[in-house]
T-cell receptor, first 113, second 109 residues
Framework: EAQVTQNPRYLITVTGKKLTVTCSQNMNHEYMSWYRQDPGLGLRQIYYSMNVEVTDKGDVPEGYKVSRKEKRNFPLILESPSPNQTSLYFC????????????FGDGTRLSIL | RKEVEQDPGPFNVPEGATVAFNCTYSNSASQSFFWYRQDCRKEPKLLMSVYSSGNEDGRFTAQLNRASQYISLLIRDSKLSDSATYLCVVNRTPGKSTFGDGTTLTVKP
């Protein structure tokens, strides 16, 4: 089954404790992206990757890192999480970037205390 | 001004009604456009891509007006199952996607 898989689905942690949210897709998609969704603010793009070893900042990259060492994986790293990073996070992938819709993972609910 | 703006809603309509949502975008170089639906903070799911010529999928019709920089979604014969939040998405440059804040639709019996 074609899918985007995020882990964990839920995480409660404390300020400053490094964490990684993994994202994996099995559709051989070139493009992957991370979003956060907060009430009243919609989905905002954090980082995206057009291909292996190519990553770029989205609209809200501060406090996040990503890597794209393999085509299928695009982990989101919070080196020193803070409470303002409490949010619902979505990973997405698509075949390309022009006229190609994105497929989303189930989301990760992150709470930073 | 936001890059992508949607009707704020909420829209409350009876079953069988026709409802239309609009979404305006500010970057005239935007390349591709989509409508997604999202149920109760679950993952967004593609509803339709939006093409310049307009496109239809059953009860749903999407239109793009590049001159006025807006896209629209028309839902005919609304069903209870159409209740959701509808998100417009604009791909501004390769890789960069901007979502509207969403319009909430509630279809009532």
């Amino acid at each position: 089954e074609a899918q985007v898989t995020q882990n964990p689905r839920y995480l409660i942690t404390v300020t400053g404790k490094k964490l990684t949210v993994t994202c994996s897709q099995n559709m051989n998609h070139e493009y992957m992206s991370w979003y956060r969704q907060d009430p009243g603010l919609g989905l905002r793009q954090i980082y995206y990757s057009m291909n292996v070893e190519v990553t770029d900042k989205g609209d809200v990259p501060e406090g996040y890192k990503v890597s794209r060492k393999e085509k299928r994986n695009f982990p989101l790293i919070l080196e020193s999480p803070s409470p303002n990073q409490t949010s619902l996070y979505f990973c997405a992938s698509s075949l390309g970037t022009v006229n190609q819709p994105q497929h989303f993972g189930d989301g990760t609910r992150l709470s930073i205390l | 001004r936001k890059e992508v703006e949607q009707d704020p809603g909420p829209f409350n309509v009876p079953e069988g009604a026709t409802v239309a949502f609009n979404c305006t975008y500010s970057n005239s170089a935007s390349q591709s456009f989509f409508w997604y639906r999202q149920d109760c903070r679950k993952e967004p799911k593609l509803l339709m891509s939006v093409y310049s010529s307009g496109n239809e999928d059953g009860r749903f019709t999407a239109q793009l007006n590049r001159a006025s920089q807006y896209i629209s979604l028309l839902i005919r014969d609304s069903k209870l199952s159409d209740s959701a939040t509808y998100l417009c998405v604009v791909n501004r440059t390769p890789g960069k996607s901007t979502f509207g804040d969403g319009t909430t639709l509630t279809v009532k019996p």
